[in-house]
């Protein structure tokens, strides 16, 4: 019968019972670290290869800068352009490149599976039998797999660098695929970036385009010329101003009727009836005025002078005053001529200036309908000019990426060519030989438990007093002779 557990366990007794079964647990722990050992030794070394991809940055102007540096070296737009390398370094059309090149043998390794734990697993292989015989394509399409799970890409975030690794059993080999890699990698960035034919093509259409904005701006010269404009806004600011300087004359010439009209009215109210419609034609000069103003002058100084000496009856006093009476009307009459005179010259220059007015209003619409004519002529000539800009910028730009491509340039570059490692890597190893021995020493722990567990002697005095159901009165030490003789 299996003996029951105690329901508490001292340290003591953890401690008697690893001593008890000291050799069970040493041979395990021994066993377990020398099956790992000799996997170690017989696991096939790995070396790695590493190559770094740089992509150039685009240095721009940052306007929200505030200090002298104002320029950037990286930007945030780019980060869509390198998930795109990232995208292109894992894509299975490069994989294929690198298999089509160095064929599957050496993506399957079968000439380096020389360690022994490789032969003996090769061994064990050939004597299962296969069912079909083995396909080309088949062959390729696992290549490819392999690969792709192989090749490992390190790419931080906002960095223009990627890290490509690839191990393998030897060095020179791990260094002979990632090269090839690398150079289907720079070559499938080049032939996704470039265009073969756009050079011809933006060439052509350079050529179509140009001849297209001799043809418009020609129509524009021609507009211009049957309507006589050089500019149409030049042109239309000459003929407002002079619109602006007609009403500001028509404004002034109503003024100025405004006063003769004033003095036509107290002139006729100094005259008689019969002489307030005189004739217009017979107006005299400002210098006849002038000459009749002097006259009238002298008579009024000769006049007073004879009031001063004579009598109002006296004859000569009389025909004085006679003189000098009709003298005033005669001047006010040729005034009222002269006024009259120049109220029908104002209205001449009123009607003039109207007729003017007119004439500058009709210039100006005729312009708004030739404005319209010749603004689809330059809008067509400048349609065609900045497609013909456009154009020349495409074209310069396929002539150099034509160059680039002859001289095998792209911003992508290789910075670090796949290494050649000297020495193997034993991280995998050291991992291995570590889980060995905590598996060992736990395992150990477990078998002497286990082995206490599935003993049915007495070794302790708690054992007899438990399974006999009586006291222990006392208990001897177990001698080395005595253990000679029970054996």
Same mark, same amino acid.
């Given at each position: 019968?299996?003996?029951?557990?105690?329901?508490?366990?001292?340290?003591?007794?953890?401690?008697?019972?690893?001593?008890?079964?000291?050799?069970?647990?040493?041979?395990?722990?021994?066993?377990?670290?020398?099956?790992?050992?000799?996997?170690?030794?017989?696991?096939?070394?790995?070396?790695?290869?590493?190559?770094?991809?740089?992509?150039?940055?685009?240095?721009?102007?940052?306007?929200?800068?505030?200090?002298?540096?104002?320029?950037?070296?990286?930007?945030?737009?780019?980060?869509?352009?390198?998930?795109?390398?990232?995208?292109?370094?894992?894509?299975?059309?490069?994989?294929?490149?690198?298999?089509?090149?160095?064929?599957?043998?050496?993506?399957?390794?079968?000439?380096?599976?020389?360690?022994?734990?490789?032969?003996?697993?090769?061994?064990?292989?050939?004597?299962?039998?296969?069912?079909?015989?083995?396909?080309?394509?088949?062959?390729?399409?696992?290549?490819?797999?392999?690969?792709?799970?192989?090749?490992?890409?390190?790419?931080?975030?906002?960095?223009?660098?990627?890290?490509?690794?690839?191990?393998?059993?030897?060095?020179?080999?791990?260094?002979?695929?990632?090269?090839?890699?690398?150079?289907?990698?720079?070559?499938?960035?080049?032939?996704?970036?470039?265009?073969?034919?756009?050079?011809?093509?933006?060439?052509?259409?350079?050529?179509?385009?140009?001849?297209?904005?001799?043809?418009?701006?020609?129509?524009?010269?021609?507009?211009?010329?049957?309507?006589?404009?050089?500019?149409?806004?030049?042109?239309?600011?000459?003929?407002?101003?002079?619109?602006?300087?007609?009403?500001?004359?028509?404004?002034?010439?109503?003024?100025?009727?405004?006063?003769?009209?004033?003095?036509?009215?107290?002139?006729?109210?100094?005259?008689?009836?019969?002489?307030?419609?005189?004739?217009?034609?017979?107006?005299?000069?400002?210098?006849?005025?002038?000459?009749?103003?002097?006259?009238?002058?002298?008579?009024?100084?000769?006049?007073?002078?004879?009031?001063?000496?004579?009598?109002?009856?006296?004859?000569?006093?009389?025909?004085?005053?006679?003189?000098?009476?009709?003298?005033?009307?005669?001047?006010?009459?040729?005034?009222?001529?002269?006024?009259?005179?120049?109220?029908?010259?104002?209205?001449?220059?009123?009607?003039?200036?109207?007729?003017?007015?007119?004439?500058?209003?009709?210039?100006?619409?005729?312009?708004?309908?030739?404005?319209?004519?010749?603004?689809? *002529?330059?809008?067509?000539?400048?349609?065609?000019?900045?497609?013909?800009?456009?154009? *020349?910028?495409?074209?310069?730009?396929?002539?150099?990426?034509?160059?680039?491509?002859?001289?095998?340039?792209?911003?992508?570059?290789?910075?670090?060519?796949?290494?050649?490692?000297?020495?193997?890597?034993?991280?995998?190893?050291?991992?291995?030989?570590?889980?060995?021995?905590?598996?060992?020493?736990?395992?150990?722990?477990?078998?002497?438990?286990?082995?206490?567990?599935?003993?049915?002697?007495?070794?302790?005095?708690?054992?007899?007093?438990?399974?006999?159901?009586?006291? *222990?009165?006392?208990?001897?030490?177990?001698?080395?002779?005595?253990?000679?003789?029970?054996?």
């Amino acid at each position: 019968m299996i003996r029951q557990s105690q329901p508490s366990m001292t340290a003591r007794d953890v401690c008697r019972i690893l001593f008890r079964h000291r050799w069970r647990g040493t041979l395990f722990f021994l066993a377990v670290v020398a099956i790992a050992g000799v996997g170690v030794l017989l696991m096939p070394r790995k070396y790695q290869s590493e190559a770094t991809f740089y992509m150039k940055p685009d240095f721009r102007v940052d306007p929200a800068a505030t200090n002298e540096t104002q320029v950037v070296a990286f930007d945030p737009e780019r980060e869509g352009e390198m998930r795109s390398i990232v995208t292109l370094l894992e894509s299975r059309l490069l994989f294929e490149r690198v298999v089509d090149a160095l064929g599957p043998e050496k993506i399957f390794e079968n000439d380096l599976k020389t360690a022994p734990l490789d032969i003996a697993v090769g061994s064990v292989m050939a004597m299962i039998p296969q069912f079909g015989a083995k396909s080309e394509k088949i062959e390729r399409e696992k290549a490819i797999r392999l690969l792709m799970k192989s090749i490992a890409l390190d790419h931080a975030k906002k960095s223009h660098v990627v890290t490509a690794s690839y191990k393998s059993r030897s060095a020179e080999r791990a260094q002979e695929v990632l090269r090839a890699y690398t150079t289907a990698a720079m070559q499938q960035h080049l032939d996704a970036n470039r265009n073969p034919n756009s050079f011809d093509f933006f060439l052509e259409q350079e050529s179509i385009l140009k001849e297209r904005v001799r043809e418009a701006n020609q129509a524009v010269r021609d507009v211009k010329n049957e309507f006589g404009l050089v500019s149409v806004a030049s042109q239309r600011k000459v003929l407002e101003d002079h619109l602006s300087n007609l009403d500001r004359e028509i404004l002034a010439t109503e003024t100025a009727r405004a006063a003769v009209d004033d003095n036509i009215q107290t002139l006729r109210a100094q005259l008689p009836f019969e002489m307030q419609n005189p004739d217009a034609g017979s107006a005299l000069s400002v210098y006849s005025i002038d000459t009749m103003r002097g006259q009238l002058y002298t008579l009024e100084l000769r006049y007073r002078e004879l009031v001063a000496r004579f009598q109002d009856t006296h004859p000569q006093v009389v025909a004085t005053k006679e003189q000098l009476d009709e003298s005033k009307l005669v001047l006010n009459q040729q005034q009222l001529v002269n006024e009259l005179s120049k109220a029908a010259g104002l209205r001449s220059k009123r009607n003039a200036l109207e007729q003017e007015i007119a004439a500058t209003k009709l210039k100006l619409n005729a312009m708004n309908e030739q404005e319209v004519t010749i603004a689809e *002529v330059e809008r067509k000539a400048e349609e065609a000019t900045a497609s013909h800009r456009l154009v *020349v910028r495409k074209l310069e730009q396929a002539r150099i990426d034509q160059q680039l491509e002859t001289g095998h340039i792209s911003n992508l570059r290789l910075t670090q060519e796949p290494t050649l490692m000297g020495k193997s890597l034993s991280r995998k190893g050291l991992l291995i030989i570590s889980m060995a021995l905590m598996v060992g020493l736990f395992g150990a722990i477990a078998i002497a438990y286990a082995s206490e567990m599935l003993d049915e002697s007495l070794a302790t005095t708690n054992d007899i007093e438990a399974s006999l159901g009586i006291p *222990v009165l006392a208990s001897l030490p177990q001698t080395r002779s005595h253990r000679l003789s029970m054996n």
